[in-house]
């Protein structure tokens, strides 16, 4: 463990520079992170080992999907950069689960990947008060007077020493990396770039302990190579929105010009080749440690754990505009290449295909996320934030949710403000970060809409209204977002309203309506919200009965709809959100001492102590922590607050 | 309910949770012998000091092992004077039904001795242990979940048979298993339309459709089972309400004493629930009953414009079973007919009482002619005919209460009724919805707002009135 002064003694090293803020990695969550406390206004260094992969897309070339697309809505309605880059790199736009309701309607784009790069290395140029240098960090440098250690700067490979205030790693998959393709197993990065080497180390130093976790991606190929006629062939929506609210009346794509993906299944030979070929697999012989993702298995993971399931849907994606690669989703494997050419030989249309990438399984160090505070800094290293993969999350989307929190909230620290802490009522952000910190993870977290409890009201159509105004006090919005946020929102509660008033009488143009739509004719007088209400109408289909209507954008007609025809199921939802709220409201000081707290089990004392919830209901959620012990926790602390009291009467 | 909350965390702040406390852990009064229970990390060492084992064989009493006892005497140290002469048993943490070191005295049950042990002890440093310490304490060690927790009160207080069956079944978690099996049903359903919803483009939809239709018919059906038992299983912890009604003469008195004398009285001469009425308590085949006479009726001379008064009249629509006595004779028959009518009852059985009297065959007739559909009884306090006919169709009406199997648990808690009643309520709208072509997140919703109903039942999720009036109910000593 090393100070500023003390690295800078050494041979070679030399002080390159000061800033408030230093960022650690040019990934998704990087960017948020660098962008969010440029704009704030801190002096902003982000450092990359290799600056032509600035948010870069290693994996799949898409960027939403259930819960994902919720993700960068609320990113984009907090002033994040990821839905506006998206917007202009989409080559292809679908919104998923159209039929099953609001609450999960997820946007999702194939994104052109260099070009997305492109933007996003741009923005990060161009924006005041920060500097994109290349260069490795392989120490933190921290003062370790007094009893909490303080980020006082960093050391690059080169002997280059940078002092700062703040410090957020958003270091991916790069820690010790490991690449496997089979009996292959070399030290790499994603997309054959270096691995980060003696970070790790610098971490462990601190005291922060490290976990090995596993994910991998599929073989690319050359589309030249693929015969399409056996596949199904999935076009993009004939009306593509936008992720951005900037752009949700004008969405930059050109809906005619959206590339297509394609589908195809495994066959009997696939499940012959990989049972083949099993021992040579490094998943199932042991060589491979990290923990890897269930929901985002392997091949040959699927065939083992899933032996029933006689195929499996392999899914073509293209990787942008300008190439021919294509993306080999649901082909994720760790086989030596030989066997991965004849496994992807026996898909239809695929017989004759010719990879560019090979698939691979990559291993890295991150950190234990039940060691950081809500706000994302690492408990006990003042100056200390972390965010992205290194915290155990997997994802681009999930990277930049927390890389935008991370960068506003070493802001904030460094301005002495409250830090921004997103409840899992408010955001699928916060409900990611109340389970990594209050949880932990095993494997590489996906989010899912499963995962949150109120996803009524956590849509994707109003994470502007959830989100901007917090944005917006923030900083993080600007006045011509702001004023367009306001005038939207008016706009929705002023129809709401008007479709509450607005009676519709029966006859014959009614009866002729409700008959084409397929529900029955009025008996009485309706207001256009009573109609709402019924599953088989919709906004639109009114018009003809309501010729004075105000012209509203489909964003807003949507929102409208959606508050109506929910209410009911929305209010339901928000009273079990205030019951929550109650909990989460019951905060529990940091000076706590659990070891004085007589009652608790060992095992509660324990967890409670070394992750410290903020409130009654963030512990209830640690596992190991059982209902009785958290009847024993309120009443210790009714019975501080009585003391406090009596101590102020005294 | 926060205000509830309060009171009750405040009732409780008074106490360190931890300190040892004492109570006498048999029931009040006059007894053979009494148990005096201490619970607390060093309870041994308390009583050590006044404790003179008989024999030099016994070790101290922190060195004797768990689950074992001594003989010995509690020597007062201020008068060098015996108390008593008691057998103390040590119970070791966790292995206590508190979960922390636990010492029981077995002391002779006079109230002076018993009093005098309490005294002693509490001048040792041991603290008066509040009602309901030792489960609270049991519940908060993880001993008890807290449906068992609840059970124990129930299981205290059962003043009969069947009740006492009941809450010993709650005890012994099997209303919690049961209700976790209905939870892990729940669990399934949700997690197969989440597979749909989070794998859109692996379409299974129909598969979970069908699955999702049977699975909610299911669950409701098992979950109306348990709700419609609350009828009865209220009926084992509060009493099922008999009144006997009628005009003035008809017997009522005669009959409340005839019962509470052929019945065991659980209770006698219970002020009424008010001043107008009289009641017993008394137990018929294990069902607790409240024999209730509206003796203020009778005393007046106008008795349709008594019944009018709202106090009487809802002492009536309360009832879980109204006997109208009718006397001969038959002169008034029209004016119980009336009022019979205006009351429109569903649980009233004409009866004609003083069977003994000769003209009872008369007026039998005339009431069947009145009601064709009823079955009407009769009973005579003299020849103590009928009485074993009401007792039956108590026992009946009690029995047609429960539409469900005759193992299950039956619900007795107003609180479990409350979180059976939500959870029903969100499978209902649920399988509405799914038939109504809602949009499934919406069924998920309901799905797990159900899940959150009986987490909260069994515990599993801690609102924050958990520690709520719960163990304030209990007696002292448990």
Redesign the interface.
Same mark, same amino acid.
């Given at each position: 463990m090393k100070n500023v002064t003390a690295a800078l003694s050494a041979s070679g090293a030399y002080l390159a520079g000061e800033y408030d803020i230093i960022v650690i990695g040019t990934g998704h969550a990087g960017c948020e992170a660098a962008l969010a406390s440029a704009r704030l206004g801190r002096q902003t260094l982000i450092l990359g080992m290799n600056l032509d992969t600035v948010a870069n897309m290693p994996c799949n070339p898409n960027i939403g999907g =259930?819960?994902k697309g919720q993700l960068v809505r609320e990113i984009d309605a907090l002033g994040g950069e990821m839905g506006r880059a998206a917007d202009r790199a989409m080559i292809q736009f679908r919104m $998923?689960?159209a039929?099953?309701?609001?609450?999960?309607l997820?946007p999702r784009a194939q994104i052109d990947r260099r070009l997305y790069q492109q933007i996003m290395k741009e923005t990060l140029e161009k924006t005041e008060r920060l500097d994109v240098r290349q260069g490795e960090v392989i120490e933190l440098l921290v003062d370790a007077d007094g009893h909490e250690l303080r980020i006082e700067g960093v050391r690059l490979r080169t002997e280059a020493i940078y002092r700062c205030k703040s410090v957020i790693l958003a270091t991916g998959t790069f820690l010790e990396s490991r690449i496997i393709i089979g009996d292959c197993q070399y030290s790499g990065g994603p997309d054959s770039q270096f691995a980060a080497h003696g970070l790790s180390e610098s971490l462990r130093d601190l005291g922060l302990l490290l976990q090995r976790f596993k994910t991998g991606t599929p073989a690319r190929i050359n589309r030249r190579s693929v015969d399409f006629t056996p596949m199904e062939q999935q076009d993009g929506d004939p009306i593509p929105f936008a992720f951005s609210y900037e752009n949700e009346e004008n969405p930059p794509i050109n809906p005619d010009e959206q590339i297509p993906c394609y589908l195809t299944w495994t066959t009997p030979q696939t499940r012959a080749v990989i049972e083949q070929n099993l021992d040579r697999s490094p998943l199932l012989s042991g060589v491979i440690e990290g923990v890897g993702p269930r929901y985002c298995p392997s091949i040959e993971d699927k065939y083992v754990k899933f032996p029933d399931k006689e195929r499996h849907?392999i899914?073509l994606e293209p990787m942008g505009r300008n190439t021919e690669e294509m993306y080999l989703q649901g082909l994720s494997s760790s086989m030596p290449e030989d066997v991965q050419l004849i496994m992807v030989r026996s898909l239809p249309g695929l017989q004759s295909a010719r990879i560019m990438r090979s698939a691979y399984a990559i291993e890295y160090d991150c950190l234990d996320p039940r060691l950081l505070q809500m706000s994302l800094e690492v408990r006990g290293i003042t100056g200390l934030f972390s965010a992205g993969q290194i915290n155990g999350t997997s994802g681009y989307e999930e990277a930049a949710g927390q890389g935008l929190i991370a960068g506003i909230n070493a802001v904030r620290k460094l301005n002495d403000e409250e830090p921004v802490i997103l409840d899992r009522s408010q955001a699928y952000i916060g409900v990611l970060i109340d389970d990594l910190i209050t949880k932990g993870t095993t494997e590489p977290y996906r989010m899912? =809409?499963?995962r949150a409890?109120y996803?009524?009201v956590l849509r994707q159509d109003n994470a502007d209204a959830r989100l901007t105004p917090i944005g917006r006090s923030v900083g993080l919005i600007d006045q011509a977002r702001w004023d367009h946020f306001q005038i939207k929102q008016e706009r929705i509660q002023t129809e709401i309203e008007r479709c509450r008033n607005i009676r519709i009488r029966p006859s014959a143009e009614s009866d002729a309506v409700m008959r084409s739509l397929g529900t029955v004719p009025l008996r009485q007088p309706a207001s256009l919200a009573d109609l709402l209400k019924r599953?088989?109408i919709h906004y639109e289909d009114l018009e003809v009965l309501d010729p004075d209507r105000p012209s509203l954008s489909r964003v807003e007609q949507t929102a409208v709809e959606v508050s109506i025809k929910?209410e009911g199921?929305i209010r339901?939802?928000e009273e079990?959100i205030g019951?929550f709220r109650? $909990?989460e409201r019951?905060s529990i000081p940091d000076s706590i001492d659990y070891r004085l707290i007589?009652?608790l089990?060992i095992e509660a004392q324990q967890k409670l102590s070394r992750q410290r919830p903020i409130s009654?209901g963030q512990a209830?959620r640690i596992s190991g922590v059982?209902?009785?012990d $958290?009847?024993?926790l309120?009443?210790y602390l009714?019975?501080l607050k009585?003391d406090d009291e009596e101590g102020k009467r005294g | 309910m926060n205000g509830d909350y309060q009171t009750v965390l405040d009732t409780n702040l008074t106490s360190q949770d931890h300190e040892i406390c004492v109570a006498v852990a048999t029931p009040p009064g006059q007894s053979g012998i009494a148990v005096i229970r201490l619970s607390g990390k060093g309870a041994a060492e308390l009583i050590d000091p006044v404790f003179k084992p008989v024999s030099k064989r016994f070790p101290p009493v922190f060195s004797m092992p768990g689950y074992t006892c001594a003989v010995g005497k509690i020597i007062s140290p201020v008068t060098g004077e015996l108390i008593d002469q008691v057998v103390l048993t040590r119970f070791t943490a966790p292995h206590s039904y508190t979960g922390e070191e636990v010492i029981e005295l077995s002391c002779h049950g006079s109230l002076a001795i018993k009093q005098s042990l309490i005294d002693l002890i509490l001048s040792l440093g041991a603290r008066a242990a509040e009602p309901g310490e030792f489960t609270k304490r049991a519940f908060l060690n993880g001993k008890l979940d807290l449906i068992q927790a609840e059970a124990v009160i129930d299981l205290i207080q059962a003043e009969t048979d069947r009740s006492a069956r009941n809450a010993a079944a709650l005890l012994q978690g099997d209303l919690s298993q049961q209700m976790m099996f209905i939870s892990d049903n729940l669990y399934q359903l949700l997690a197969s339309i989440e597979l749909v919803l989070e794998y859109p483009e692996h379409d299974e939809s129909d598969t979970v459709s069908a699955q999702l239709a049977a699975g909610l018919d299911l669950i409701e059906q098992k979950i109306n089972r348990y709700v419609q038992g609350f009828s009865q299983g209220r009926i084992l912890t509060e009493g099922m309400t008999v009144v006997l009604a009628g005009r003035p003469n008809a017997g009522k008195s005669s009959l409340l004493n005839a019962l509470a004398n052929t019945e065991r009285a659980i209770v006698t001469d219970v002020p009424g629930t008010t001043r107008d009425t009289i009641e017993i308590k008394i137990d018929i085949d294990g069902i607790p009953v409240h024999l209730v006479d509206t003796a203020g009726v009778r005393e007046t001379e106008d008795t349709v414009e008594k019944l009018g008064v709202a106090r009487t009249r809802d002492v009536l629509q309360s009832a879980d079973l109204v006997f109208w006595l009718i006397a001969p004779p038959v002169d008034h028959l029209q004016e119980d007919q009336t009022i019979m009518e205006q009351l429109q009852l569903q649980s009233l059985v004409p009866l004609v009482s003083k069977d003994d009297l000769n003209e009872s065959l008369a007026l039998r007739q005339a009431i069947e002619a009145c009601w064709p559909d009823q079955t009407i009884m009769t009973c005579s306090v003299l020849t103590g005919e009928g009485l074993d006919a009401i007792r039956k169709k108590v026992i009946e009406t009690y029995e047609s209460l429960g539409a469900q199997a005759q193992n299950d648990v039956l619900l007795t808690n107003s609180r479990h009724k409350a979180c059976l009643d939500s959870a029903l309520l969100s499978v209902r709208k649920a399988r509405e919805a799914l038939h109504g072509g809602i949009t499934w997140d919406i069924i998920a919703s309901l799905v797990r707002g159900s899940l959150d109903a009986l987490a909260e039942l069994t515990g599993d999720a801690v609102s924050d009135t958990l520690v709520d009036t719960i163990f304030s109910r209990f007696c002292v000593g448990k």
């Open positions: =259930t819960a $998923l689960n039929s099953r309701g609001p609450a999960v997820s849907q899914f899912m =809409t499963a409890e996803r009524l599953p088989e929910y199921y339901l939802e079990r019951q109650k $909990l019951k007589k009652g089990r009654i209830k059982s209902p009785a $958290l009847a024993v309120l009443i009714q019975s009585r | -």
